[in-house]
Each structure stands twice: as C-alpha cells, then as structure tokens.
C-alpha cells in the first residue's frame, strides 16, 4: 500500500492509501480510514503525490532548491501548475505526450516521496 495525496483540478484533496495505481491507467482507487475504497480518475487531478506520511510536516518550510553538490537522478524540471503552484524535481519519464510524469522533489526533506503530474494541469514543463 502507498500513501497518498491526491489533489484535484476543482482543489479538493483525498488523502488515504492505493495499491491499484498505475501511470497508464485512467482509474485507480483510494482508501482513507478504513472506509470503502473510492474510485479515482487520473483526469480530474491535478496531481497525485506519494508522501512518507499522512500529516505531513508543519514545521517544514518547502524549498524548489536542489542540495548543493548532491547528485540528482534524472533529469531536472520545473512543472509550472495552471493553479500557480510551482514543483521543481528530477524525472526519468518526462515525454509531453503522455498523460503524466513522475518527479521527484528537489528538496530531500520534502513529505513527497514522489508525485505523479497530471500533463492536462500544467501550463508549462521545462528542463532546468
């Protein structure tokens, strides 16, 4: 089972676990406490995110800065959201005419794990 964040294109959020989701499928499920698992459609995210806990980190100021001098696996990227957010991370999967990418976060405190972007809720990806 992973944890999850789900985050909506209407800006709701789903939080919970999956242990059905897959890039290149466009349905998946999510279980939040105990309850029945709910179905989910990739095209009504804005992004999925694979956190190390539920609560998160309040504590935890968010930095798009890479550490200096550590080496970063794939490729480096800025995903600008339709919403404004800004993520900036690494991919290996990146191609403009799939669904989605995953990313991982520039900050290696980060809650995320990893994130899946939805392509329909970006407005710009670009190479850093």
Same mark, same amino acid.
Do not use: W
């Given at each position: 089972?992973?944890?999850? @964040?789900?985050?909506?294109?209407?800006?709701?959020?789903?939080?919970?676990?999956?242990?059905?989701?897959?890039?290149?499928?466009?349905?998946?499920?999510?279980?939040?406490?105990?309850?029945?698992?709910?179905e989910v459609k990739v095209p009504d995210?804005?992004?999925?995110?694979?956190?190390?806990?539920? !609560?998160?980190?309040?504590?935890?100021?968010?930095?798009?800065?890479?550490?200096?001098?550590?080496? &970063?696996?794939?490729?480096?990227?800025? @995903?600008?959201?339709?919403?404004? !957010?800004?993520?900036?991370?690494?991919?290996?999967?990146?191609?403009?005419?799939?669904?989605?990418?995953?990313?991982?976060?520039?900050?290696?405190? &980060?809650?995320? !794990?990893?994130?899946? @972007?939805?392509?329909? &809720?970006?407005?710009?990806?670009?190479?850093?």
């Amino acid at each position: 089972m992973n944890q999850v @964040v789900a985050r909506f294109l209407d800006g709701t959020t789903l939080k919970g676990q999956t242990s059905d989701f897959l890039p290149a499928k466009s349905l998946f499920h999510i279980t939040a406490n105990g309850d029945k698992p709910r179905e989910v459609k990739v095209p009504d995210l804005k992004a999925l995110y694979f956190v190390r806990n539920l !609560e998160g980190d309040p504590d935890h100021h968010k930095t798009n800065d890479f550490p200096p001098f550590a080496p &970063s696996p794939g490729r480096k990227v800025r @995903v600008a959201f339709k919403d404004g !957010e800004i993520l900036v991370g690494t991919t290996q999967g990146y191609q403009p005419d799939r669904p989605g990418f995953f990313l991982l976060p520039a900050d290696p405190r &980060s809650n995320n !794990e990893r994130c899946f @972007v939805v392509m329909a &809720s970006t407005q710009s990806v670009a190479f850093v």
